[in-house]
């Protein structure tokens, strides 16, 4: 029995709540001479509309590699639950202290001591273009039980839900 296939809207929406509470992502950037260069970048628990938002020195690698080239991809992973999250998209360097205002936590300090009165604290953006997500049922008695299953029936296992969507013509606003 094919599984029927969700609308933009519902996978958007799935998007947000797969990688809502994933505290950190892996923010990769093209270097001048082409290579990829990876790091962890700090996420945000905010609703998901579209962009996705980090706080970083203005005057740091990452802005150099941004600038030059605006792909990036983000990876998120939580292993606990069986989730993982690919993006891409572009990202753009922004001075907007009421953005960051918005934003702020307490627990930034630890980057920015002088808090939103720092002068090196921006941010940058980036607008998802394409993302793709892998979410496994939670309980491992059912995931035992599709393998079993598969084994029995000779058919693929199938563990969970994999979507891939093309966000260029997603509605992006709940």
């Excluded at 947000?16 to 505290?23: E, N, Q």
């Excluded at 273009?129 to 049922?137: I, L």
Aim: hydrophobic share 35%.
């Amino acid at each position: 029995m094919a599984s029927k296939k969700k609308d933009t809207h519902e996978v958007v929406q799935h998007f947000g709540d797969l990688i809502k509470g994933i505290k950190v992502a892996m923010m990769t950037t093209v270097e001048e001479d082409g290579s990829l260069r990876s790091r962890p970048m700090w996420t945000h628990d905010r609703d998901f509309d579209g962009e996705l938002w980090f706080f970083t020195r203005e005057h740091s690698h990452k802005v150099d590699e941004v600038e030059h080239d605006h792909h990036v991809s983000l990876a998120y992973a939580d292993p606990t639950r069986d989730r993982y999250v690919s993006v891409s998209g572009r990202c753009r360097l922004v001075r907007d202290k009421d953005k960051a205002r918005e934003l702020w936590n307490p627990t930034l300090k630890a980057w920015f001591p002088d808090g939103l009165d720092d002068p090196e604290l921006a941010l940058l953006c980036v607008r998802v273009e394409r993302a793709e997500y892998w979410d496994t049922p939670s309980s491992r008695m059912v995931q035992l039980a599709g393998m079993v299953k598969a084994a029995l029936t000779g058919e693929s296992y199938k563990p969970g839900d994999n979507q891939k969507l093309d966000m260029g013509d997603a509605p992006l606003t709940h």
